[in-house]
């Protein structure tokens, strides 16, 4: 306060007494907390303080402290819009990296499963094999695939059975994997 004399300080006293209330009123009109209104209606005390010996009279400080308020006010919306903005595509960047790297090991996994699975299905026995094969991917029912091998439907049956059986073996330790992936993903 030094440079400002005892006349100034009184008149700066005043006009905190006189705007203050009025000026955290306003701050409220722009930001959402209490807190936030009373930081932008001190730092235009602040401001006013600095700018003091350009005033010429208690009007020009009455505007001047309600512009700066407002000034302030919009300056802090502005600078919490840019890192909201800034902390939304933060977040969605991490999504997306996290989505990338699920697919991808998704991917992974579809395609080790994929081959543990062809590797089963190709290490049965061929009797097993072809009804196998003929009802999973052909998709003939087993009375279909009985006609076309010539085999009793109950032989087909117990022919595709015994394939899953087996291929559930051989498949055994990567079924819980499988259970897991496909929950998760």
């Known amino acids: 306060m030094e440079g400002i004399s005892l006349a100034e300080k009184i008149l700066f006293e005043q006009y905190f ?31 006013l303080w600095r700018n003091f010996s350009n005033l010429s009279n ?15 006010c919009l300056n802090h919306l502005s600078k919490s819009s840019i890192r909201k903005k800034y902390a939304e595509e933060t977040l969605k960047n991490k999504k997306d990296e996290i989505e990338f790297h699920k697919t991808a090991y998704s991917h992974l ?6 081959e543990k ?19 999973r991917f052909e998709n003939l029912k087993n009375k279909e695939i009985a ?6 439907l109950r032989t087909v049956e ?19 994997l499988l259970f897991i992936h496909k929950k998760n993903f």
């Open 17 to 47: 007494k006189d705007y203050h209330l009025m000026l955290v009123l306003y701050a409220l009109k722009f930001v959402d907390h209490e807190d936030e209104a009373y930081d932008m209606v001190q730092d235009a005390y602040l401001n």
């Open 117 to 135: 699975l062809t590797s089963a299905i190709n290490k049965l026995p061929e009797k097993y094999q072809v009804p196998f094969r003929m009802s």
């Open 158 to 176: 117990t022919r595709i059975y015994r394939a899953l059986t087996q291929i559930k073996e051989y498949l055994k330790d990567y079924l819980m």
């Open 109 to 114: 996994l579809d395609k080790e499963i994929q």
């Open 147 to 152: 006609d076309k091998l010539g085999l009793p």
């Open 58 to 72: 208690q009007k020009a400080a009455k505007s001047y402290l309600f512009t700066s308020v407002r000034n302030n």
